[in-house]
């Protein structure tokens, strides 16, 4: 439940911009992590860790593939 909390708030500020503004000021890491809850988004930091991770890895793969591809290509 938490994971799908973590990706509906990683949706949420890459889609709405005054949402993410109002979430950046806040510095505190736990003020902003209640800001946060209290907008309806409760997870820990692993569950954003892991979809934040899982998401920069597929990015990662994706570009070595078209590296690759584009290597092969040349080749």
Not at 1 to 23: G, H, L, R, W, Y
Not at 26 to 52: C, Q, V
Request: hydrophobic share 40%.
């Amino acid at each position: 439940m938490s994971i799908e909390q973590a990706k509906a708030f990683i949706e949420k500020m890459k889609t709405d911009k005054a949402f993410n503004d109002e979430v950046m000021t806040i510095e505190d890491l736990n003020e902003r992590m209640t800001h946060i809850a209290k907008a309806g988004f409760e997870f820990t930091e692993d569950d954003f860790k892991h979809i934040y991770f899982t998401n920069v890895t597929r990015v990662s793969m994706t570009r070595l593939k078209e590296y690759d591809e584009a290597l092969n290509y040349l080749n």
